[in-house]
């Protein structure tokens, strides 16, 4: 061949590094830029320096649990064996006889007390929320301070709600209606019956007890504390502290009633929880996601946590007017906690006014509002009614919080906090100060 002819015909040959090895598959990899269907669809994201609230989705899941998701979405599993395999995973891992994921907290609230009143007797399982001529039991007993609106998850088996307040209380009124007897961790201090005391009374009665934890770790201790100390029932939010999915939640506690619980649980059809299900990819998410949350660095997490809420207090803690204090919660969403509060003669802001400007101004943060009750937060911050909103008009204080932050936002959040108070009333003088 002459030599043009001969170079031509190696241009038509492929590279020698290109050239797949003997029975290797040739992989194409894309290089097309993956698609932002929030900014597609102009829906606003943000810095979260307000918390694990449900309304502002709640957590941002770890790279572990997302890659879970995405690459168990791809098999076909039947799933109960997902929940017999996790659940067994996760009762070791949290010191309970069994566990299930359940759609959230609320969720694991209505099957766990499913389970309770049914047992395995599908005929009951099929008659709730109709407890009326069964034979099943119908009341919930708690005490008058723990009976907050996600109570609402009991009643939707049939049963009701009776306040107590006392020891003697409790003890007037139990009856054979009696299915129950629950606490929420987070008021237990609010109560006059403690912990222990309530698991006395269960076991005296022979009723089950039940405890809401739905936000209480951090610590992580909290995942097997209350299954150590007795209780029948633990409910627990996956997609908090945990960062699993936010749809996801933890039921743990006796093997008979969490084997009742999923017999009124998806994938069976006939069930007052039909409504409740959760996917395979999530219940492996969310296994993956506990895993990782008890294998971590907690020490090393909190740290940092009072590292970025000392930064965000030191951009503004100097300014005139301005007062700073960081608490750690007693009970619930227990992390570094900064409230900033100010002089409203010399900074002309409210704590909703400054919350507007962070929440529209660029890049968005969302932080805590005032004295805002934890439930206006669950149902959006601007479904507040109105003799509530006259309340919180003159409310001159925001909180932040630094556990959902990522990292190098702490840093936005001390700068922009900085630029709204000195625009709301604080001047520097010609030689830079205040």
């Known amino acids: 061949m002459k030599r043009r002819k001969v170079i031509q015909s190696l241009t038509t040959l492929p590279l020698i590094g290109s050239l797949p090895v003997s029975g290797e598959r040739v992989e194409h990899v894309s290089r097309k830029k993956k698609r932002d269907v929030i900014a597609e669809l102009g829906i606003r994201s943000f810095i979260n320096a307000a918390g694990t609230l449900t309304y502002m989705s709640g957590c941002i899941m770890h790279d572990e649990v997302v890659e879970t998701i995405e690459n168990t979405s791809r098999h076909f599993c039947m799933i109960d064996e997902v929940q017999d395999k996790v659940g067994e995973k996760i009762a070791k891992l949290v010191h309970s006889e069994a566990a299930m994921v359940t759609c959230g907290a609320f969720s694991a609230m209505t099957l766990g007390l499913a389970g309770v009143l049914t047992g395995l007797d599908v005929r009951k399982v099929e008659q709730l929320p109709h407890l009326e001529g069964t034979g099943m039991k119908s009341e919930v007993i708690c005490q008058k301070s723990h009976n907050e609106r996600y109570n609402h998850a009991f009643l939707n088996t049939g049963c009701t709600v009776v306040e107590v307040e006392t020891i003697e209380d409790v003890e007037k009124a139990i009856s054979e209606k009696t299915a129950l007897l629950h606490f929420l961790n987070i008021t237990a201090n609010a109560g006059q019956i ?99 949350f008890i294998s971590g660095d907690h020490d090393r997490e909190w740290k940092d946590w009072e590292a970025q809420i000392a930064r965000i207090e030191n951009a503004v803690k100097d300014l005139p007017g301005i007062t700073t204090k960081v608490t750690i919660p007693e009970l619930g969403n227990i992390t570094p906690t900064l409230t900033i509060s100010w002089d409203d003669s010399i900074v002309k802001l409210t704590g909703r006014g400054l919350r507007d400007k962070l929440r529209f101004g660029s890049p968005s943060i969302e932080a805590g509002f005032s004295g805002l009750p934890l439930y206006y937060y669950q149902a959006g911050s601007d479904s507040i009614d109105p003799a509530t909103e006259d309340s919180l008009k003159g409310a001159n204080l925001i909180r932040i919080t630094a556990w959902m932050l990522q990292p190098g936002e702490d840093k936005v959040v001390a700068r922009r906090l900085r630029e709204e108070l000195m625009a709301a009333g604080l001047r520097p003088t010609t030689d830079g100060r205040l």
């Open 194 to 292: 403690k912990h222990e005391e309530w698991l006395a009374l269960g076991k005296k009665h022979n009723i089950p007890t039940s405890i809401d934890i739905a936000a209480d770790v951090p610590p992580v201790s909290n995942l097997w504390k209350f299954n150590d100390m007795g209780f029948d029932l633990v409910f627990i939010s996956g997609g908090k502290a945990m960062r699993g999915p936010q749809s996801a939640g933890i039921l743990m506690g006796r093997k008979d009633i969490v084997a009742a619980a999923r017999l009124n649980a998806p994938p069976r059809g006939f069930t007052v929880a039909r409504g409740h299900k959760v996917n395979k990819e999530e219940i492996l998410g969310m296994y993956v996601a506990l895993e990782k």
